[in-house]
């Protein structure tokens, strides 16, 4: 079936340094991949997304290109902030009915 | 900025009491979708709506929850009872129609407690 999977956090970084979140996905088809974040106590925010292979989704400094031949979609910033701190949830949909997300993983950026 | 709204924020509840969550999605925004997250894992779907027909409540635990959108915008989920094994994030979400090219747009989210 259908799934995604994150690297296991949590990620500790040190601020202005290079982050990055790995995914893949499992799918048939072709899926749309979507990166949504979420903040302590609140719920999730959509991030960046693509909807085709070699689309590069970016938003606030984020980006990630999707790989079909990998059935990636990795998530990089060249230079976190502590305000970045959040967990990250990397999620896709076959169709748009059903979202499938990843067990997320959990960022934390220190001064 | 339209925003699917949810309410309580915040529930705590004794176990085999009953509780209900609201969710009032973005206007216009056919299917709406109810996901439970358990802390530090990610959101799993409980029961999809188009419009006021639910399309997948696979994951919904028939004996104690159930969910309703009987006008085809707000929607509510209740369970009855409560178990402790229910203390989750109650999200939801709402999109405009099924399509690969829309995210769902998320709520801020009920956090239970079940004591």
């Known amino acids: 079936g259908d799934s995604v999977t994150q690297m296991e956090g949590p990620v500790t970084l040190s601020e202005e340094a290079f982050l990055t979140i790995n995914c893949t996905y499992t799918?048939?088809?072709?899926?749309?991949l979507f990166w949504y974040v979420q903040y302590p106590g609140e719920g999730l925010q959509l991030l960046l997304k693509?909807?085709?292979?070699?689309d590069k989704g970016s938003n606030k400094g984020f980006e990630a290109t999707y790989r079909k031949e990998t059935t990636s979609f990795h998530l990089e910033k060249g230079s976190v902030q502590v305000s970045d701190s959040a967990v990250y949830f990397c999620?896709?949909?076959?169709?748009?009915?059903?979202?499938?997300f990843g067990t997320g993983t959990s960022l934390t950026v220190i001064p | 900025e339209a925003e699917v709204a949810q309410s309580p924020r915040y529930k705590i509840t004794e176990k085999s009491q009953a509780v209900a969550f609201w969710c009032d999605p973005i206007s216009g925004h056919a299917t709406l979708y109810w996901y439970r997250q358990i802390l530090g894992q990610g959101p799993e779907l409980l029961v999809q709506f188009q419009d006021e027909s639910v399309v997948d409540d696979s994951q919904l635990p028939k004996d104690r929850f159930s969910a309703e959108r009987l006008k085809g915008v707000d929607s509510t989920l209740k369970i009855q009872p409560a178990e402790l094994g229910d203390s989750a994030m109650y999200l939801c979400?709402?999109?405009?129609?099924?399509?690969?090219?829309?995210?769902?747009?998320f709520g801020q989210g009920t956090r239970l407690t079940v004591v």
């Open positions: 979400a709402s999109s405009p129609r099924p399509s690969r090219n829309t995210e769902a747009f």
């Open positions: 799918a048939t088809g072709y899926p749309s």
């Open positions: 693509a909807t085709k292979a070699d």
């Open positions: 999620a896709l949909t076959p169709t748009g009915n059903q979202f499938y």
